[in-house]
């Protein structure tokens, strides 16, 4: 995981930051790496985590990324390792199919955008820097910039305010719409520069821009259907006993995660006024009963890390299940644009 992954935090689409895992040690002290384990890396990034892992014990790591410059990088790191690293370019909700056949002891999530992806204007997810408004992670479907110029203003305002939780979501939608109908907004900048226009903050708040942009980068990545799925896909794979280590940087990824692990957490029964039920018995054992977050000295070394929240569980011998707890909808690509994601 590296410094700036989530954009939901103050300063999180700023300038270029040094790269630091955010809490490493607490995640190695959860996962629990031993000789002879093999841990997933869902959110390979720029190694931080499987480096601290592998430092951790002669273990093995498979790290995942949609990103394949991400991957590229890690080139290094797997011949540096030995062959205990192994790197696979595709979603994290897809580690299911990538652990097929593996007894798997740990798995980690970093959610978010990394500081890499932040810091390369040229892929569009900072709006500090001049660069096309893209936001894709694997360069793949449809941009930021194409929902910015097809989707409706009312579209818009839902995606901006459920997704960026910004309280003028529909002036913003409104000033998109109005500046579309002048000139295609194809930039990071012009788009942070309309948002500016009705969204007003203090110099010591975050940038006026900064929810609508964190809206159009989870909507275009798909980022909380694909949490979903990759907790779903977590639960099926770990062995008895493995944990589950998630970090997460703004409130829409921690609710889902807190919300599917206290589902997961502890015995149900039916209710005493209705027919009788079969218990529902907790799948996971949960080991922080409240999130862990950076202490000071952490922050004022990566003030990107000041809004991480840690949360874990230990995998109990109960069987998977697929289904989710009742969440608030989000809204898709699909929703929006009418086409797949």
Known sequence: MMAGR?????????????????LASQVVEFLQPRDGSLIIDATFGAGGYTRAILQAANCRVIGIDRDQDAIARGADLVEEVGGRLSLVEDRFSALGDIAAGHEVDGVVLDLGVSSMQLDTPERGFSFRA????DMRMDRAGPSAADVVAR?????????????????????????????????????????????????????????????????????VNDELGELQRALIAAERVLNVGGRLVVVAFHSLEDRIVKTFLASRGSARAGSRHGPPTIPIAASFKILTRRPVIPDAAEVATNPRARSAKLRAGERTGVPPRDDLPALAPVPTLADILEVRS
């Open 151 to 219: 989707a409706s203003e009312r579209d818009l305002a839902f995606v901006i305010a459920t997704l960026g939780e910004e309280h003028r979501a529909r002036a913003v939608a409104r000033a998109i719409v109005a500046a579309r109908g002048r000139a295609p907004i194809a930039t990071t900048a012009q788009l942070a520069e309309i948002v500016a226009r009705v969204v007003h903050s203090k110099p010591a708040d975050i940038h006026p821009a900064t929810r609508t942009f964190q809206a159009l980068r989870l909507l």
């Open 130 to 133: 001049e660069g096309p408004l």
């Open 6 to 22: 989530g954009a939901g935090q103050p300063g999180a689409a700023g300038g270029p930051a040094r790269h630091i895992p955010v």
